[in-house]
């Protein structure tokens, strides 16, 4: 695809969509085997940790993983550049990816540190550039629309990296896996290089007006004080919200959030309306990140345990191989609610078998089609099911933008704010998807058909494809020019708040005894913020209107 003919489009976009194709590529190889790493067998090079415990570092690490672009991008703003902050972070990242690879605890730890800190310098400043690349008045209606071509672009990296960790993680192991990850975000920061030319003339920090000049003082503060909180928060007895890390991680945001409150109390009459409208959806979106995000875990889940992921013949290098001798996870309470089915099944002595001595994945399979001992079944590597979601991105943002492109034509395009509230109603409807799977397979008595899983990720995509992207439009229309990248920040302190409560839902999973609640509380909370979205949209339209 062309995007450069007659110059419809900037021609620094397919670097940067290429860029974002890597560091995708890279950080969904590794989020896609994330949660599978630590419930998996140790003798197999997992970690061995149970669902709740794994949810929570899960939810903590892409929580933080998009706390911390409100730094990357003030430090962007006001004293290091795009390009550099680009730079390092991809770099940064591609380490910790790496990392990982070594089979330590400290090396665990150390590595998702690094991750985080690289990220928040990658994420927002990336974006930023795109943005600025529209601002040329030639390219400036197709914003919206070039940050489509971005997404889009970037899900083609997120699609393939899944298939790819399958093979790796099946002829090699974890390792192998991770550093592939890594050299993706290496290939990323190279692509970024390659086309400096084209986003050099872009790169341009704005001088602050006086009064934003203590604003880096107020970021050093804000750490400072963020980091005291954060300890406060770890030492409170008894949990308020279940664990340690999601105590510290609340009480470091309360500091973070008054510093963007702050901004918007300081600006002028002219910008604090488009700050407000912004704080707004920045609000009102956490609950749909809280959602979405749950593909890493209690979809996972899911995928792992409740689909049924048989194929007749081994298809090379995406299946695994599961013996019913093996323990998935030793003494695992829920395996140890025996189904009628097991009792059928006679050890040598002619007394019912055990569910330990199954594998978890067995507990809700047919008793005809379990494996006689010694034999396996060939099931399709549950990461492979994190390539559903970037499959219908890459198919149905063509059919999006020429949806848009037909409405504009007749006058009738919604608002960025009207796409947003739309993309929040069709995303509640994808969790009824699920609630009809869980009644369809008796709350998993049975296997639920894996047409269950992509047609509840067909639905929220068209809703991630109405709101993602218009996000990253909406803050580079309506943030003010020198603090755009702060405000990117802003878009990214949301998702990293959506992605904590999305692993402390996840963290509840095995307490929905009917998991149909589970999916029925995600539809409510997903009702609720389109709800309030419809609410303010007319006045949330007039700013965007006057912007």
């Known amino acids: 695809m062309n ?5 419809k489009y900037p021609s620094g976009l397919p670097f940067l969509v290429f860029t974002e194709f ?19 067998d140790p003798l197999k090079g997992g970690l061995g940790w149970d669902n709740s415990e794994a949810a929570d570092v899960f939810g903590t690490f892409i929580a933080l993983a998009y706390l911390t672009p409100f730094m990357g991008g003030l430090l962007a703003d006001l004293k290091l550049g795009y390009r550099f902050c680009i730079t390092l972070g991809g770099i940064l990242m591609g380490i910790g990816y790496c990392m990982l690879a070594i089979p330590e605890k400290w090396a665990f730890y150390t590595a998702l540190g690094i991750m985080v800190v690289g990220n928040g310098f990658f994420k927002p400043n990336i974006s930023t550039l795109l943005g600025n690349l529209f601002n040329d008045p030639r390219y400036k209606h197709k914003k919206d629309t070039g940050y489509n071509i971005f997404y889009m672009g970037i899900n083609v990296g997120a699609f393939i990296c899944n298939f790819i960790a399958a093979v790796m993680r099946n002829k090699i192991g974890w390792d192998a896996a991770f550093i592939t990850a890594g050299c993706g975000m290496f290939l990323g920061v190279i692509t970024f290089w390659t086309g400096m030319k084209h986003y050099k003339h872009v790169d341009v920090r704005r001088e602050p007006k006086p009064e934003d000049k203590p604003l880096l003082m107020q970021f050093v503060k804000v750490l400072g004080v963020g980091l005291i909180f954060a300890i406060a928060g770890w030492m409170i007895p008894d949990n308020i919200m279940g664990s340690n890390s999601t105590d510290a991680f609340f009480m470091f945001c309360i500091p973070v959030i008054y510093f963007y409150a702050s901004i918007y109390k300081k600006a002028n009459t002219e910008e604090r309306k488009p700050l407000g409208t912004m704080f707004t959806i920045f609000i009102i979106v956490i609950l749909f990140w809280a959602i979405f995000k749950q593909n890493g875990t209690a979809l996972t889940t899911y995928a792992e345990f ?29 395996v140890n609610q025996v189904d009628e089915q097991f009792r059928k099944i006679k050890d ?31 099931l399709v590597n549950t990461e492979i099911f994190q390539s559903v979601n970037p499959f219908f991105v890459v198919v149905l943002t063509p059919l999006i933008i020429a949806f848009f492109a037909f409405m504009r034509k007749r006058n009738k395009e919604p608002t960025t704010a009207s796409k947003i509230a ?17 009644y369809y397979t008796d709350n998993g008595m049975h296997k639920a058909s894996a047409w269950w899983l992509f047609a509840c990720y067909g639905v929220v995509t068209v809703g991630e494809l109405c709101l993602s992207p218009m996000g990253l439009s909406m803050v580079s229309k309506l943030s003010p020019v020198r603090l755009t990248a702060l405000m990117m920040g802003g878009w990214s302190l949301a998702t990293s708040i959506g992605n904590k409560l999305s692993g402390v839902l996840a963290k509840n999973w095995d307490k929905f005894d009917n998991k ?18 419809f609410l303010l949209l007319k006045r949330l339209n007039k700013v965007f209107k006057e912007g």
Not at 3 to 7: F, Q, R, Y
Not at 315 to 329: H, R
Not at 362 to 369: D, I, M, P, Q
Not at 422 to 438: E, H, K, Q, R, W
């Open 3 to 7: 995007l450069n003919k007659e110059s």
């Open 422 to 438: 739309y993309g929040l109603l069709i995303s509640a409807l994808s969790t009824l998807v699920m609630v009809a799977a869980v």
């Open 516 to 533: 149909a609640n589970y999916f029925y509380l995600n539809f409510a909370l997903l009702l609720f913020a389109t709800i309030i979205m």
């Open 348 to 378: 040598a002595e002619g007394k019912p078998k055990k569910c330990t001595d199954y594998p978890l994945y067995f507990k809700n399979l047919e008793a005809s089609k379990i494996p006689p001992q010694g034999q396996s079944l060939s």
């Open 306 to 334: 409740y689909t049924d992921r048989e194929t007749p013949t081994a298809i090379t290098g995406i299946t695994e191989k599961l013996c019913f001798s093996e323990k998935l996870v030793a003494e695992n309470k829920e």
């Open 22 to 40: 890597w560091e995708r590529f890279g950080y969904y190889l590794m989020i896609g085997i994330f949660t599978l790493y630590m419930i998996g």
